[in-house]
């Protein structure tokens, strides 16, 4: 059974830097990329940043110069570096793995999110 497992959420400070982690197991799929996404509340589910397996990344502009995101292959786990964090940063980030196996059938998988509050 494929599993999301998030950690790194919480409460934060203004300004602080915390790292998100994903740990995907029971992947019996090619990967095509993992990601993160946020939704805030009252707003739609957002990208965040993606990395895709050749190693590109993608990244919202609200967090571009702020967030990175990495992961590492062997382990099947993406990380997202969060620096200068703001209230608006304040949401639910949820981890995203997607890929296709056999046929081309395509799969994607959520993490449960993990609560992410920027305050004072």
């Known amino acids: 059974q494929v599993q999301l497992v998030e950690s790194g959420g919480g409460l934060v400070q203004p300004g602080g830097s915390p790292r998100l982690s994903c740990v995907a197991s029971g992947i019996t799929f090619r990967i095509n990329a993992m990601g993160w996404y946020r939704q805030a509340p009252g707003k739609q589910r957002e990208l965040v940043g993606v990395?895709?397996?050749?190693?590109?990344?993608n990244y919202a502009d609200s967090v571009k110069g702020r967030f990175t995101i990495s992961r590492d292959n062997a382990k099947n786990t993406v990380y997202l570096e969060m620096n200068s964090l703001k209230a608006e940063d304040t949401a639910v980030y949820y981890c995203?793995?997607?890929?296709?196996?056999?046929?081309?059938?395509?799969?994607?998988?959520w993490g449960q999110g993990t609560q992410v509050t920027v305050s004072s």
């Open positions: 990395i895709t397996s050749d190693g590109s990344t």
């Open positions: 995203n793995v997607n890929g296709y196996g056999y046929g081309w059938r395509k799969y994607e998988y």
